[in-house]
């Protein structure tokens, strides 16, 4: 049944004719494939609703693995091993101060990841 619903959306050409001077132009603009994959990988950081309630929370304010375990009612374990993913991606940055470590975003880069993505989600 859903198969039939998605036919019926999708739209297709009506008959079979490849473009071959529109492929060739797509394809010498296309990012390596090495390239592509470390896309996939990236936004697969983003698929998990705890790291973006981190990384929306360092949107706001630089902050220690304690603030962000109470800020999302975690243990503090459970936030380390979000921000170990999180840092492994190059996503964010720290900061020791004492004993104490601070989390930032690692650049603008990040922010401007969470506001599109936020301005797309709620046209």
């Known amino acids: 049944m859903a198969e039939r619903y998605l036919e019926k959306e999708l739209e297709v050409c009506g008959f079979?004719?490849?473009?071959?001077?529109?492929?060739?132009?797509?394809?010498?603009?296309?990012?390596?494939?090495d390239t592509l994959n470390r896309l996939a990988d990236l936004f697969r950081v983003f698929g998990d609703g705890t790291r973006i309630r981190i990384l929306y929370a360092l949107l706001e304010e630089e902050v220690c693995v304690c603030d962000l375990a109470q800020l999302l009612g975690m243990t503090q374990s459970a936030i380390s091993h979000q921000l170990r993913i999180l840092?492994?991606?190059h996503l964010i940055k720290s900061r020791r101060?004492?004993?104490?470590?601070?989390y930032s975003l690692a650049d603008s880069h990040v922010s401007?990841?969470?506001q599109q993505g936020t301005e797309h989600i709620e046209e």
């Open 112 to 114: 401007t990841l969470l």
């Open 16 to 33: 079979m004719h490849v473009h071959e001077d529109r492929v060739q132009q797509v394809k010498n603009l296309l990012p390596t494939e």
């Open 87 to 89: 840092r492994q991606a």
């Open 97 to 102: 101060e004492g004993k104490t470590v601070f």
